[in-house]
Nanobody, 123 residues
């Protein structure tokens, strides 16, 4: 089993930055890819970014490239999402997710989820 705990959400003005963190634990966690999804009000959930276990491979949604960046801590059990130049349209609940195979989260789902952290961008 894998447990995920997010932190770092909050209220920020448009143009500002936030960094989300997610810490994973669990006996089966080794080797897992991690990712960030988001779901805005009235919108479908979407994959924001994904990172492989090694941290050497990353994926970012095309619409967010250049503003958002996923990274992984040296200990591998923490993943970050750096969000810059935030827009009101980025307002959403952001969820950390984990899966055994890198790339599998691009289907839109994952076997393990955090509880979500709210990001609100004011205009």
């Amino acid at each position: 089993q894998v447990q995920l705990v997010e932190s770092g959400g909050g209220l920020v003005q448009a143009g500002g930055s936030l960094r989300l963190s997610c810490t994973a634990s669990g006996r089966t966690f080794n080797g897992y890819a991690m990712g960030w999804f988001r779901q805005g009000p009235g919108k479908e959930r979407e994959l924001v970014a994904e990172i492989s276990w090694s941290g050497l491979s990353t994926y970012h949604a095309d619409s967010l490239k250049g503003r958002f960046a996923i990274s992984r801590g040296n200990a591998k059990n923490t993943v970050y999402l750096q969000m810059n130049s935030l827009k009101p349209d980025d307002t959403a609940v952001y969820y950390c997710a984990a899966a055994a195979s890198y790339g599998s989260m691009r289907s839109g789902s994952a076997p393990y989820w955090g509880q979500g952290t709210q990001v609100t961008v004011s205009s």
